[in-house]
């Protein structure tokens, strides 16, 4: 079968398969620009695993930040079946031609914010990443039956740590809250731009990319998380929120802010792109090391 027979059988394109330029490159920009949002996404919560509140908090946040960098590997990996290299899309990543998730740029000043992280960030990647285990192109849609797995432990340790929070002192419930009100647009802002505005969205849904449109899984993870947060008995920080028998209408998000964050003005983007480069050229030697190893094991082969 051609390349658009199995993709209007809704089947699976494989590596080898034969396949449209556009849809190669396309891909290569997704699974890059994800790959680099799990490894600045790292940093975030990296910075409070010296700083956790109990060794069963830390062993958990080592555990997750562990399980991000294994995310982006996988996805690296992923990328690279399309012929891309790891180390060109780095460098893509490091000159800022290739993107992140903008919600990376935001700072975690409270411990609440690793509980936030977990529930809010790590709810809406479930959201976003399900329904891409059944992507058309295959070695992303088996990444992401194995990340899903993991993301899914990531949002219940998230919300249990919010739950503690909001049944603690008066002084840990608005350290939830206050963390809610920081977070919580941020979020909503994962999905991407409006439908109306996301260039990319038509022709990665026509090619089985996309199942599912931002605005559709946005309005998907408010519907979910504003119950969640009735439980906590925390208040989400939009005035305007209101039921309407189906479907949580919420309010405008500010895309002012959203494109400047993602044009690289958001409160922490030269730091995470910072400690990103220094992490790269700090690791050199691992990789030197590693090639080192590998060729002479090539030429005791010969
Ligand atoms: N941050 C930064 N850039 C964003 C963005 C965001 N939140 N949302 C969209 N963009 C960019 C897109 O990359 C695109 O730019 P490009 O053409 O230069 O790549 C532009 O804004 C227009 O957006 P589109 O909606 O047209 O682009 P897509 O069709 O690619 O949709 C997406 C955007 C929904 C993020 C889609 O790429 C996607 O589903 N990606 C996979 C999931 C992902 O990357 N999640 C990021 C967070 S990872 C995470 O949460 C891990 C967890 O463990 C914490």
């Known amino acids: 079968m051609g390349f658009q027979e199995v993709i209007d059988a809704d089947g699976r394109i494989e590596p080898r398969d034969e396949m449209p330029e556009a849809y190669r490159k396309t891909l290569v920009r997704q699974i890059a620009q994800h790959a680099h949002s799990e490894i600045i996404g790292m940093q975030p919560e990296g910075n409070w695993i010296t700083r956790a509140p109990s060794l069963r908090r830390k062993v958990i946040l080592v555990a997750k930040v562990q399980d991000e960098a294994g995310h982006g590997l996988y996805l690296y990996s992923a990328a690279e079946t399309l012929g891309a290299s790891r180390h060109d899309l780095l460098d893509l990543l490091h000159t800022g031609r290739q993107k992140y998730s903008t919600i990376f740029n935001y700072p975690t000043t409270s411990w609440a914010d690793v509980a936030a992280i977990g529930w809010l960030v790590d709810g809406a990647a479930i959201v976003n990443?399900?329904?891409?285990?059944?992507?058309?192109?295959?070695?992303?849609?088996?990444?992401?039956?194995?990340?899903?797995?993991?993301?899914?432990?990531?949002?219940?340790?998230?919300?249990?740590?919010?739950?503690?929070?909001?049944?603690?002192?008066?002084?840990?419930?608005?350290?939830?809250?206050?963390?809610?009100?920081?977070?919580?647009?941020?979020?909503?802002?994962?999905?991407?731009?409006?439908?109306?505005?996301?260039?990319?969205?038509?022709?990665?849904?026509?090619?089985?990319?996309?199942?599912?449109?931002?605005?559709?899984?946005?309005?998907?993870?408010?519907?979910?998380?504003?119950?969640?947060?009735?439980?906590?008995?925390?208040?989400?920080?939009?005035?305007?929120?209101?039921?309407?028998?189906?479907?949580?209408?919420?309010?405008?998000?500010?895309?002012?802010?959203?494109?400047?964050?993602?044009?690289?003005?958001g409160p922490c983007n030269r730091q995470r792109m910072g400690f990103r480069v220094k992490a790269h050229e700090d690791g050199a030697w691992v990789r030197e090391a590693a090639e080192a190893y590998a060729a002479k094991q090539r030429a005791k082969a010969i």
């Not at 739950?163 to 979020?187: E, F, I, K, N, Y």
């Open 129 to 265: 990443q399900v329904p891409l285990t059944r992507c058309s192109y295959g070695p992303y849609a088996r990444a992401m039956t194995r990340v899903c797995k993991e993301e899914s432990f990531h949002q219940r340790q998230g919300f249990e740590a919010m739950t503690v929070l909001s049944r603690g002192t008066p002084a840990q419930r608005q350290m939830a809250q206050d963390a809610l009100d920081r977070w919580w647009w941020p979020a909503l802002m994962m999905f991407g731009p409006s439908d109306a505005e996301s260039p990319n969205s038509a022709q990665s849904m026509a090619w089985g990319i996309k199942r599912f449109s931002n605005d559709e899984l946005r309005q998907r993870f408010v519907d979910a998380t504003v119950p969640q947060a009735d439980y906590l008995g925390l208040t989400v920080p939009d005035p305007t929120l209101s039921w309407d028998g189906e479907h949580y209408r919420y309010g405008e998000i500010d895309w002012t802010e959203f494109f400047a964050v993602m044009k690289g003005d």
